[in-house]
Nanobody, 125 residues
């Protein structure tokens, strides 16, 4: 049973930083795509950043240069380092995973055979 668990959300002021973590240890595929998504109240879910099993990262234009996605393979933790946070970054952030490594982009996510965490709230004032 795959279970993704996010942590690290919180409330910060504009310009500050947060680092989100996601425990992906229960997702054992060796070829994969991991991603961070967010959803603000009244808005559609949007892809923030993805990273595949070869280390290739992809970012939404709105976060390029401010956010960094990475994975610690030693303990299977996915990170999202968020710097220069702005009020428009306020949202629930979700960790997600699927097994199609060659299709690992923020603009596409499969509708089946994928896994999601419960989310962690980020609020920027």
């Amino acid at each position: 049973h795959v279970q993704l668990v996010e942590s690290g959300g919180g409330s910060v002021k504009a310009g500050e930083s947060l680092r989100l973590s996601c425990d992906t240890s229960s997702f054992s595929d060796t070829r994969y795509c991991l991603g961070w998504f967010r959803q603000a109240p009244g808005k559609e879910r949007e892809g923030v950043a993805t990273v595949d099993s070869t280390g290739n990262a992809n970012y939404a234009e709105s976060v390029k240069g401010r956010f960094t996605i990475s994975k610690d393979n030693a303990d299977n933790t996915l990170f999202l380092q968020m710097d220069s946070l702005q009020p428009e970054d306020t949202a629930m952030y979700y960790c997600a995973a699927h097994s199609i490594a060659k299709l690992c982009r923020v603009i596409w996510w499969p509708s089946i055979n994928n896994y999601w965490g419960q989310g962690t709230q980020v609020t920027v004032s």
